[in-house]
Every structure is written in C-alpha cells, then in structure tokens.
C-alpha cells in the first residue's frame, strides 16, 4: 500500500518540467473540487474561490488509501487554505501539504496555474 | 553524582521514578531501578481488562522506551535478594553488585495464601501478575475444552477477589466468589450496601457464597471442590486465591530494618525506615501501622520519597490517610469514602436502598447534623467527587442534609449548590494534584480562558479523567463570575451557536454560504460551520442539498453514502416499510445490473452497495422512473419512520400503525435537522416497531396514540419518553410539528433529541409546556414553519438526474471518461465487498 503513497511527491514550481492541461476551469465547482487523471496519477484540483486561487494535491488520503479528496470540503484553518478528507475529516494544509490535525504524512502539493480559461498542473517528470 | 536504586519496577516504584524526573533538581542523580517480573511496570488496578483484550502493551505505565528518554537504568527480570548497608551496596540473583547512595525499596506485596490444606493442588492460582493470569487462562481454556460448563471459584470478596470474578466471566467460565466474613467489600461496605451489590452480582451470573471458612481443597491432585465443614461442599475446577496481600518485606528482614510485628518496613512521615539512606514506600511500608493496599496513598509516598532525597524536607506524608475508594466493578459503580459505616454513637446515618435498580446510599453525619463523616454509594456514584469533597473540607451540610442523596424536592434541582461552594484548597483532580484554586486562578489570573486552556495548562483531568465534569463547571462559572459569557460556538468562524446563526440568516434573509460569512462570519469557512449553515438554510428555505452543493457535507454533496473503498451506497425510500412486489423486482434488477451488494437496513428498507460515482444518477433514473424517491440515508434529515404490521393483519393490533407510519414518512421526507431523525409506529404496547428506540415514536393504545420522543439507539441509547396520551392522529401530527420545529431551531449542531432534552432546561415537563401547553406561544409559528417545509419538499435525486449541469457533479473524473482503477472489490457470500483496509 505504501507503493502508491510514493508515487505521490511535492513538485517545486521552479522543477516544473511539464505543464499538463488538465480540464476547463468549468469543470471544477467553485469553492469545491474535482479529481483530474495524469498518466497513472490522480490529482486533486479545487477553486478556492474565496481566496481567488487554486490548488493541486494528490487525491490519496495518506489515512486509509481511499482516493477521496477531490470529494473533500475546502476551509481553512487560522487562515491556512485546507480540505477536510470526506472519509474520516482528516484536514490537510493546501498550502504545505501538513495534515492540521492528527500526525499524518504529508500529501503532496502540485503548482497549478490557469491560462486561458483552462487548468494547467506542474509535473518535473 | 549521586545514585539511586528502586527496588521494585510496580506502580508505586514507577510513580517514584515519574516524579524524581519530573523534580528540577533531579539531574545530579542517577536512577537505577529493578524489576524482577519481565516487563516494566503495568496498570495493575486494571488488571482485570488484560482477560479481555491479552493486551499487556495496554496495561504499561510507559514503556520501556520512557525510562532510557529519562535517563533511567531499568533492570527486569532481576530480583535484589541481599541489601549490605555497611557498605551501601545491594546484591542481584545473578551475583552482580550495584552501590548506592540512596535505596528506595517498593517491592510491595505479594498475595497472601491462607494455610488450607490442599492449597499446592493442580488448578489453584493466585492473582496478582500477568504470568499469574497467561498461566490461569492456559488452564481455564483446558477445562472448557473438556467441561464446557466449568466453574472457577474465588477466594475473597474483597475489592480485588471482585476483580478476578470478572476475570473468570470473562473466561468463560462460572464465577462463585467464597468471602470469609458476612459480606462483600468488608472494608468498604456496610452489610446493606453488601446485600444490593450481591443481587446486583448475581444478576450478571456470578455466584455469591458469604460467612464461609474453608477447611480444604478438594480432589487427588486436581482441585475439584472446596469443603466449607459440615457436610457443605462446592464443586469447583479451578480456584483463584484473592485473601489479601502480604508485604514483600524479605529484604527488610535480611538487612536488619524495624518491622512490623505482622511484617512491614517500619518508615515515618518521610519514609525513612530505620536505616539511615533507605527508604520504602507502597505496600511494603507500615506507616501508622498500616499497609496502606490502595494506590493513591503508595502514590503519596512515592512523592515524599523522591522530595526527601531531592533535599525537599518539608514534604510530608500526611498523618491521616484518606482510604475513600470508588471503582467501577463491571460497570457497576461502587464508592466510599470517609468512615463507611460506624455506630450511633459516632454518627448517624441516612440511608436510600432501592433493590429494583439496584441502588444503595448512605451517608453519615456527626450529631449536630453538620458535618459528614462518610458514606457508601453502590450503583450509582454520580455524586462521589462532591461528596468526597464535602467530607475532605470539613463544608457545612445543606439543612436537609438527605437531599445529597435523594436529590432536592421539586425541580430535580441539585442539593450541592455548586463546585463553586468548594474551598480553594479542595483538590480537584487527585491524579495531578490541582485544587480548586489553582484551577480557577488560571482563569482569573488571565492565563487561560476556556477549558482547552486549564487543561493545558494545568494537566487536571488528563489522569483518570473521573474529574472532568466538576473541572467543566469550575472553569464555566469563572468564566461566567467575570462576565464572559461561555457557549458552544459553531467554530473559529462563527462566534455563534448554531440557535443564534439561524435566527441571524432568518432575520437577514441571508441566502448563501458566502454571504453568511461576510454578514456574520470571517475567514473563508470549514468542515464544521458549511453543513451547519447548509442544515440551516434548508430549515428556512428548504431548499434540497442540490442548491449549494460544495458547502454540503460529503454524503450530502453526492446525494449517497461514502463507503469503505469510495464507492457509494443507494437506498430508495420506502415509507413505512411497506413495498409492492414489482418495485422489489426493480430494485433487484437494478442491483444485478450494477452488481451491488445488497442488504435489508434496520430501517425496513434496502440498501445497495457498492456503486461507482459515475453510475450513481443512472441508478436513481431507472429507480426514479419505477416510482422511488431519494431516502436521504446521506443527510442529516428524516431517515425511516419504521413500523409493525398493526391492526390491518395482526390479530393484536390496535390501530393501522402501517398507513400512520407512511403518512408520518411522507409528511417529513425530506425535513433537514442538526442529527439524522428516526421514527416508529407500533399498532400495540407489544411494540414490535421499537418505536420507543427513536426521535419520536407513537403507540396504539385504547383510546388513541401515546406520543414518544427523544429517544435513539446507537452509542448511548434512550427510551423516548411519553409526551403526550391517547391523542387522535391530527393530535399526534400537530405535536410532531411543533417538537420537530423546535429541536431543529435550537439544538446544536450534530445534536440528537436524547441529548437536546438532556440539556433542555426543565427537561420533559418544559417541553411538554412548549409543545401541548403552547406556554411560548409558538405553536402556529411552529406548525407554519413545518407546513412550508412540508409543501416545498421535492425529491433531490430526482433533480439531479433531470439536470445535466447537476449530473456533471457524478464523475470522478472530469477529463476523462476512465472509472477509478484503485477502488477494489473482493468476493463475499455470492455477493462483493470492499477490499479490507490493511492500515
């Protein structure tokens, strides 16, 4: 079960090789979110709309393995963007990845940026 | 540097350690500690709990990670056997030597076997370590493979022998306890109190025999059966000997320390014995002339040791020593405190006995009536904290001092004032040592604010715990002495409870999530305050979850229940039960077609399991064009209102308990709360519908209905209790409207009915003034405000699948049409399930 938590690491927006076109940004509900599939890979995108940004994480809740976090309710927490997993509500920062309240691994973030009306997703491989 | 030595790794050895670490000054020594049993120290009041889960991990103070983080040498399975106090220096098993400066011996006890012949026999243990138990579950297992209705006797109805009676139920075999003396507890209970824990007792199958001596063990070389003389035998296969406890003083004797006569290390208030630099504390120690065998006085001498030697000599060991024990014997609760029981002379006593539930109270007061000396609860010890405190402080007696007891006349108001009336010496939590001052000080003083705060601060209430609820007082009325005003707010975004926000979003007409926050709210929302609000929105506007989905929670935003693995699970309603044999056939149908798992609910209804997001709005259309709606099993809203067959076929039936149920179903599909809401019909007092399990629940009586509410199964289940008799079925509509209504308006979020009239302020009687008596006048605005919910009900899966924006929501991907490859589903009795979780 922990192959497929490794296959799932931060990208550093300054390693970015690979801007993948993910979706319109239609597709993902404001203030919600929607899962995209990147080769074998799939990856999270919310429009925090409040804060008038985006993100990109893993969509594997490090919990029970479930891919489940596209489901999950955004929020924040003292002002760090956050979503709450719909499985167990196991908070996760959006910002570093942190689970905010219990002792899990981190998930991992992608950088994200919107280009014309669509969603764009960082990848370094 | 100077060395320590402990001899004895128990719970008083261990506690010595914890608090020798936890000293400032504690770092110019070196602590070596031994222990002769394998493992570190273990919970051995809780011993018992080990036949139920063979977890010893769960039993240790710390392990043994914590003594090297600590700096501590521990040594197991090494027993000290000779103490050179020439020299300082003490001698193991294994020959090896180790000197010190300081000894601290807490080699404690060891169980004390009365001198019966044919004690050695096969089959008869005694009970004190973990090996003690491995070895007496080994034997108890033989016996039931060859006997499976075995019998396991006790030796002693004292607290532990109690212990080990529920060890032997535990082992499956048939627990007799044999006490010496004429009653239970000896120490602790008076012979009342003694005969209510008995029947209590024997009701849960454990045999009682009292006044019995036992002259000797029967059998060859196997136990088979106790002789009490006099022709009176009990046969037995397994004995466990539970008489008490014997000092482990033997290295005392060896080294020449005072003992006492009936053994003992001598030690005085600082537990020095006689030697200089050797201390003992615990159940070797005689302070007083006493083994003091209860843990909390072993803890107080473990602190005064560690404060002597750490040059702290003013802490002492306190002349008197409170012996006040309360204990939870499966799960009955048992206490006393003070002098239990005592002549006229001394006191007098009152006394509540109730043997129907088991309930037995005494307290004892001096002659003037003004002060308690002690007393004994059995069955329910509720009162425990306040009353030990009362009669640690020395506080004055209320004027009707019964009232402690049975409660004051009239409004089931409590005789105790409050935790308040407590000095601020009283200590509070006994596991950490907090006083009443100390807690309310943190407050005052400005250090903390809330109770997150205190008990951060100051560790009270991390211990057993059996202190929270005075330490939730104390904090809410200091709060409240300075003016802030304590409540359960919805979250950091939200400084409101949940009756306060909904009548903000009323007043203001507020529509959305976003607007809510802007109005009345900051930051950008959570998990906590968006289904609150979207729960409040829909009791005002009763608009379905489909409006503002991403503020939902999950279950609600997909219109189905999350399962183990992601997929979700579907389940029509069916009102009442009740189900036409072609709509079985679609559901069946549908289910093959889609290879769900499929399983009758506790609702009378069925639920499939196992649907992918993408195949959810499918399944609704052809269950929707077959005639079901949405069951919302998701949403914190009417699940089922469950019924029995009642007058229309049962030969006992009193009124058509069916068709009511439908028609309540129907009238409250749909109706969004702060918790789920279940209901039942029964058509008689037989109750087959198990209406009284639920939120609200009607029976057919003569003469009409008997309206129930405020009840639940699940973790703490209740009883509805009756709020109105023998009302028509108009009566029973009007009511429910009003009651509904007003649990939805003012209940927390997340709140059931059973807890909401919990903390409703005069309870039942208050709502029946609301709800028959109309004594706020809201009654029409209640059933106005139900009677626009009702008309505006829709079904929301109906909805969804007439909208192709709404259905977008149905995918798990939005850039491709490929299903979720990590979602597994294993064979299981012909049907599927999840793949298990393995973390």
């Known amino acids: 079960m922990d192959s497929i938590l490794s296959e799932y690491t931060s990208v550093d927006p300054t390693t970015v090789s690979v801007w993948f ?58 002002g760090i963007a956050k979503v709450a997993c719909p499985m167990h509500k196991k908070t996760f920062s959006l910002e570093s990845g942190e689970n905010l309240n219990g002792d899990l691994p981190a998930i991992a973030i992608y950088p994200i940026k919107i280009e014309d009306g669509f969603v764009y997703i960082g990848f370094s491989e | 540097m100077k060395t320590v030595i402990v001899v004895g790794n128990g719970m008083v050895g261990y506690k010595f350690c914890e608090k020798f670490r936890a000293h400032p000054a504690n770092a110019a020594f070196k602590l070596i500690v031994f222990g002769e049993e394998p493992r570190p120290a273990y919970d051995r009041v809780h011993l018992s709990e080990y036949f139920g889960n063979q977890d010893a991990k769960a039993l240790e103070l710390a392990p043994a990670s914590w003594y090297s983080d600590n700096n501590i040498d521990l040594i197991t399975n090494e027993r000290v056997t000779d103490i050179l106090n020439e020299t300082q220096e003490v001698r193991t098993i294994s020959g090896k030597s180790f000197s010190y400066d ?102 849960m199958g454990i045999q009682i025999h009292l006044g019995k001596a036992t002259n000797q063990i029967l059998g060859e070389s196997v136990i088979e059966g106790m002789d009490f003389g006099e022709d009176d035998q009990l046969d037995v296969d397994m004995l466990i000997i539970s008489a008490g406890i014997r000092p482990r003083d033997e290295l005392g004797k060896t080294c020449g320390l005072d003992m006492g006569t009936r053994g003992g290390i001598v030690v005085n208030n600082k537990m020095e014995t006689s030697i200089p630099n050797i201390y003992a504390i615990g159940e070797v120690a ?83 009536g003004k002060t308690l000396l002690g007393g004994i609860l059995v069955g329910d010890a509720n009162d425990y904290n306040i009353l030990h405190q009362m009669y640690l402080n020395n506080m004055s007696l209320p004027e009707n ?43 005052k003083e400005g250090a903390c604010n809330s109770l997150k705060d205190v008990i951060g601060l100051t560790k009270a209430t991390t211990g057993c715990g059996g202190c929270k609820p005075m330490v939730v007082d104390l904090v809410n009325e200091t709060l409240k002495s300075m003016g802030k005003e304590v409540k359960d707010v919805i979250c950091e975004h939200f400084e409101y409870t949940r009756q306060e926000l909904y009548g903000i979003v009323k007043v203001k007409n507020i529509q959305t999530f976003d607007e809510a926050l802007d109005k009345c709210g900051k930051g950008d929302g959570c998990e906590v305050c968006k289904p609150a609000l979207a729960s409040i929105f829909a009791t005002i506007y009763n608009d379905t979850a489909n409006k503002e989905a991403v503020i939902q929670d999950s279950n609600d935003r997909f219109l189905a229940n999350i399962q183990r693995n992601g997929s979700y699970s579907v389940v029509p309603r069916i009102p009442g039960g009740e189900i036409t044999p072609e709509k079985l056939i679609v559901i069946g149908e549908v289910a093959k077609e889609y290879n769900l798992y499929t399983k009758i609910t506790g609702g009378q209804r069925i639920d499939l ?28 809203s009417l699940r ?6 009642g007058s229309t076929w049962c030969r006992y039936g009193m009124d058509e308990s069916v068709s009511f149920a439908i028609e309540l179903e129907d009238r409250y599909k749909g109706l969004r709360s702060p918790h789920k809401l279940k209901g039942g019909v029964s058509g008689c007092i037989r109750e087959c519908a198990e209406a009284r399990g639920k939120d609200f629940g009607v029976i057919a009586v003569d003469g009409g209905w008997n309206l129930y509410v405020c009840g639940n199964g699940g ?36 709140m059931r009915t059973a807890a909401w009239l919990d903390k409703l302020e005069g309870g039942i009687e208050q709502l029946k003034r609301i709800v028959v008596d109309d004594s706020l006048n809201l009654a029409e605005e209640l059933e106005i405000e139900m009677q626009s919910l009702v008309d505006k009900y829709e079904c929301e899966w109906k909805q969804a699948v007439e909208c192709e924006e709404m259905k977008k929501r149905f995918s798990h991907f939005v850039n491709t049409e490929e299903r979720d490859d990590n979602m597994v589903f294993v064979p299981m009795r012909d049907q599927k399930m999840p793949e298990p979780w393995t973390n």
């Open chain 1, 21 to 78: 076109k993910a979706c319109n940004v239609n597709d993902i509900p404001e203030n919600g979110g929607a899962c995209v599939k990147y080769k074998n890979k799939q990856i999270a995108v919310y429009h925090y709309k409040r804060k008038q940004t985006w993100y990109a994480c893993q969509n594997l809740c490090p919990h029970k393995m479930e891919m489940v976090l596209s489901r999950g309710m955004l929020g924040d927490a003292d």
């Open chain 2, 102 to 203: 300081y000894l601290v011996l807490a080699t404690g006890s060891a169980p004390f076997v009365p001198p019966i012949k044919g004690v050695e026999k096969e089959g008869v243990f005694v009970y004190r370590t973990i090996e003690d138990l491995e070895e007496m579950l080994s034997y108890a297992a033989q016996i039931k493979a060859i006997k499976p209705d075995g019998r396991a006797a006790i030796l002693g109805g004292g607290l532990l022998g109690l212990e080990a009676g529920k060890a032997v139920l535990d082992m499956g075999l048939e627990p007799h306890v044999v006490e010496f003396a004429p009653k239970l507890m000896p120490r602790q209970l008076d012979t009342r109190s003694s005969n209510v824990l008995q029947l209590k007792l024997e009701s």
């Open chain 2, 286 to 368: 005689l302070y007083n002339q006493m083994i003091y065998g209860l843990v909390a006085p072993g803890y107080d001498m473990a602190n005064v040791a560690a404060n002597q030697i750490l040059g702290n000599p003013e802490v002492l060991m306190p002349a008197d020593i409170d012996m006040s024990t309360k204990l939870k014997l499966m799960r009955v609760d048992v206490a006393s405190f003070g002098t239990p029981y005592m002549p006229a002379e001394k006191g007098l006593s009152i006394i509540y006995e109730n043997k129907t539930k088991h309930l037995y109270k005494r307290i004892n007061v001096s002659h003037d």
């Open chain 2, 401 to 443: 001092a019964e009232e402690l007891i049975v409660g004051a006349r009239g409004d089931g108001g409590s005789a105790f004032g409050s935790a308040m009336d407590l000095p601020d010496t009283a200590q509070i939590c006994s596991c950490e040592s907090i006083s009443k001052g100390k807690i309310c000080g943190s407050i």
């Open chain 2, 609 to 636: 399991f196992g649907a992918e997001l993408n195949d959810l709005p499918a399944i609704w259309k052809k269950l929707i064009d077959a005639g079901f709606e949405s069951g919302h099993a998701y949403g914190k």
């Open chain 2, 640 to 645: 089922t209102v469950k019924s029995c067959v």
């Open chain 2, 715 to 750: 973790a703490t289940p209740k009883h509805a209790i009756l709020l109105a008799e023998q009302i028509d079925n108009e009566t029973v509509i009007k009511y429910l409207d009003r009651f509904l209504m007003y649990y939805i308006r003012t209940a927390a979020p997340l």
